[in-house]
């Protein structure tokens, strides 16, 4: 008798409906992450977005992230977001908080100052792969490679602190905005913004879904900081100065990337051994007592001994020295991974812990793909199977929400959200 047939087949909603969705927020040369909510190109977005669209359209995807690279500043920072003309109102801070061509060595275009994760190596790997045919003969890598290192570059030579670690200046630049481990290192922030402080987000979100009117001004008032300080890392007096887990492990992961693309184009670069010592480097963020990684606070210097999803990300580097106590946590009643949905973003047992508020617990995709790849990385073929198949059931059923209460599932914020689309999608075809 033949063996039962169990091979998965990719469900025909998902693949057509996350194709719709991306096609949705397509605005020509680059995606927003969402239409209403988030109207401008967000930079770790578009980079997981390329991720996905390369199974629809490699061209496209590469024209994701040239876009992005496209807005590039000379010390080689890619910004947190490029701007769209003429919607200004429609989210703060846009281009008139910023006004960025008033910065000496801003972009071509406008953008805001701050960063966000260095994913975007990584995604331009993974692109070109999907069709190294179509990718050569637009020459898409040697046109991204000396961006890709620039942008490297610049976290390696303005944002690293003695270890080689990157620090972010911004809860923004984490792309984790109100994780509870920013909360102490933003209490100690002084600055306010006056209590006038726009929401157009609100128009799009439920309040309570979204980080607080208090959280909000301190965000304006650091982000405002550091514009009038010319977005200068040696002389902006960065108030809040974290190093993240997260944001290394992306760091280390798109090193790597970095290095296959060189090979690709017979380039001779150190990129591995720049990824290692960063490895080397990540492990002083290790927390044994608590079985993960802890972001550290620069300015008080303490450790932010929290469990949180950025803890978990460090999953997708090679030789990590923990991998066995790391998948123990992500197993464990802290994040119960096969039990929650997807993975939550936080503790599930802390005090903290919040159902429905952004980054204080709910499940994200993005974190769920990364972990996904963590896990195949780790030889866990099967549980990467079932993370991706329930993030695949789990986008459509939300209809590709923002993210989703981890006991319940009920989906949150905004909904026909990118990244969420084309990261079940790049897991299932
Ligand atoms: C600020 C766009 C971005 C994501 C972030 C997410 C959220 C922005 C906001 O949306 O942040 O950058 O307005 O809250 O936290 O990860 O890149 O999707």
């Known amino acids: 008798a033949s063996e039962p047939d169990t091979e998965e087949i990719p469900s025909p909603d998902l693949v057509s409906e996350a194709t719709r969705v991306l096609m949705e927020n397509w605005r020509g040369l680059y995606t927003v992450p969402a239409s209403g909510l988030y109207p401008h190109q967000w930079s770790w977005d578009s980079a997981f977005i390329a991720v996905g669209l390369r199974h629809v359209s490699p061209r496209r995807a590469q024209q994701e992230l040239e876009s992005l690279l496209g807005a590039q500043w000379a010390d080689g920072r890619l910004p947190q977001i490029v701007f769209a003309s003429g919607r200004d109102d429609e989210y703060s801070p846009g281009a008139s ?53 620039a942008w490297h570059e610049y976290l390696r030579r303005r944002r690293s602190d003695e270890a080689g670690l990157a620090f972010t ?10 994780s509870p481990a920013w909360d ?14 726009p929401r157009p987000d609100l128009r799009h979100a439920d309040v309570t879904e979204r980080p607080s009117n208090a959280e909000y001004e301190k965000y304006l008032s650091l982000a405002a900081t550091y514009r009038d300080a010319g977005c200068d890392d040696s002389v902006a007096a960065t108030p809040f100065r974290v190093t993240d887990p997260g944001v290394t492990a992306l760091w280390i992961r798109s ?19 720049r990824a290692a010592a960063l490895t080397e480097a990540l492990e002083d963020l290790w927390d044994a007592e608590l079985g993960c ?43 119960r991974l096969g039990r929650s949905v997807l993975v939550p973003s936080f503790d599930l047992t802390a005090p903290e ?20 790849n963590g896990l195949l990385e780790c030889g866990l073929e099967t549980e990467a199977r079932v993370l991706a198949d329930t993030m695949g059931a789990r986008a459509v059923e939300s209809d590709f929400a923002e993210y ?23 897991l299932h075809v």
Not at 169 to 178: A, F, K, L, R, S
Request: hydrophobic residues 45%; contains cysteine.
């Open 184 to 197: 102490a290192p933003l209490a100690a922030v002084r600055g306010t913004f006056g209590g006038n402080v």
């Open 97 to 149: 908080f910023w006004r960025s061509e008033l910065i000496p060595g801003s972009a071509p275009v406008p953008t805001a100052g701050l960063i966000q994760p260095p994913n975007h190596a990584w995604a331009a790997l993974l692109v070109h792969e999907a069709d190294p045919e179509e990718s050569r003969r637009r020459r898409f890598l040697d046109r991204a490679y000396p961006r890709l290192v």
């Open 169 to 178: 200046v911004h809860p923004w630049e984490t792309g984790m905005d109100n």
């Open 404 to 426: 989703l209460d981890p006991i319940t599932g009920a989906a949150h914020g905004t909904r026909r959200f990118s990244w969420t689309a084309a990261l079940s999608l790049d």
């Open 255 to 273: 090193e790597l990337a970095l290095g296959r693309i060189a090979e690709e184009l017979g380039i001779e670069a150190d990129h591995a051994d």
């Open 353 to 372: 812990f919040d159902t429905s508020r952004y980054w204080r617990g709910p499940a994200w995709f993005n974190t769920a793909w990364v972990l996904v």
């Open 293 to 335: 990684y802890v972001p550290v606070d620069r300015v008080s210097c303490e450790p932010q001994r929290f469990r949180s999803i950025t803890g978990l990300l460090p999953l997708i580097v090679p030789d990590l020295l923990h991998v066995d106590e790391l998948l123990g946590t992500l197993h464990g009643e802290h994040f």
